[in-house]
């Protein structure tokens, strides 16, 4: 049995007569049919004018944007712009013969284009001369890689590393931690807040929706919500007046203890207790059981009370307490000093 014939007979790439007219496609077929219209490049039209010589309005020297921004953007406005010819020459002579004059020259003639798909990602909150340096780096990449025998324009083929130069600058200083670390997180972060009908936090029909658009899951649609909608919390505690500054994460790490000083006060202490011991060996019965009941013991007793356990006057004890009491600061003075001579 004979199939019935098809009448919507695809072409050689699988498509329909119907996706012409789309207005992508319309554009790209206007586009093809202009480079087709384009007359070949002749090396031998401008052999003999130097590469200087094709755009003698191009200025010699141009200040950075962060210098002065407004000067910056004045100064390329004046930039001229190529015709196809002068570009296609210059881009032949990068190309086949490697002028970097001819480099520079396609550069500076696009900067103007950098300064235009820059000012799109100002909502970033990323100073503009920033943005602006980063996508001048993916225009000099551009120019680098760029064939003029594939018969489009320079400009159609430097946005996409202008873009993508701006896109990993924005992605690296947008937080302190990087938001978007795969391809789906990049899809998101550039999509989610355009594609999002509110301010207020996404439904799960909405992340449904939206994960469909871009064709990532819902749990990468919420997460990447949740990234966007947090802030930078400082780790230290910040000088204010109000109490915010107890709450930085910073002081949940510490107990207020610095384990040096333990052992510091330690080692003092066991330090102390030998020199005292040993300095007690050194008193007789009586001065160091003097000591012991005045100062060592839990129930100190008085002058009078060991008067008459040793049938002395008050004084008296308080005079063998005195000099008990010095024989014993001066022999922990000299335990604790370790003199050089002393040193084997």
Not at 325 to 332: E, F, P
Request: charged content about 30%; hydrophobic content about 40%; proline content about 5%.
């Amino acid at each position: 049995m004979a199939t019935p014939p098809n009448n919507s007979k695809t072409t050689q790439k699988g498509r329909t007569p119907d996706d012409s007219t789309t207005p992508k496609n319309a554009a790209r077929e206007a586009a093809l049919e202009a480079a087709a219209k384009r007359p070949p490049y002749d090396a031998s039209a401008l052999e003999k004018t130097s590469t200087r010589d094709l755009v003698p309005a191009m200025p010699t020297h141009l200040s950075a944007p962060g210098v002065n921004l407004g000067a910056y953007i004045n100064t390329v406005h004046q930039i001229p712009i190529l015709t196809p010819t002068q570009e296609q020459e210059l881009a032949h002579r990068y190309f086949d013969e490697g002028d970097v004059e001819a480099a520079r020259l396609l550069v500076m003639s696009h900067l103007r284009f950098v300064i235009h798909i820059a000012r799109s990602y100002s909502g970033y909150g990323l100073p503009q001369a920033d943005l602006i340096q980063e996508g001048n780096l993916g225009l000099m990449k551009a120019v680098k890689r760029f064939d003029p025998n594939k018969g489009v324009r320079l400009v159609s083929f430097a946005v996409h590393w202008i873009k993508a130069e701006i896109h990993e600058f924005v992605i690296r200083n947008w937080r302190i931690v990087k938001v978007a670390t795969t391809k789906a997180h990049r899809k998101l972060f550039f999509n989610l807040r355009s594609l999002k009908k509110t301010n207020n936090q996404l439904t799960l029909e909405e992340a449904d929706a939206i994960a469909k658009d871009l064709n990532v899951s819902r749990k990468q649609v919420l997460e990447m919500e949740s990234r966007l909608t947090s802030y930078d919390a400082s780790f230290e505690t910040q000088s204010s007046d109000d109490d915010d500054g107890r709450y930085a994460p910073q002081l949940f790490l510490e107990d207020g203890v610095d384990p040096a000083e333990i052992v510091e006060d330690s080692d003092w202490e066991d330090s102390n207790t030998s020199a005292l011991v040993a300095a007690m060996d050194t008193l007789d019965d009586r001065s160091r059981d003097i000591v012991e009941q005045r100062w060592l013991s839990e129930q100190k007793s008085t002058l009078h009370e060991l008067a008459a356990v040793y049938s002395i006057s008050a004084e008296r004890v308080r005079q063998i307490e005195k000099n008990a009491m010095d024989k014993i600061r001066d022999a922990m003075t000299i335990d604790s000093v370790i003199l050089p001579d002393d040193i084997q």
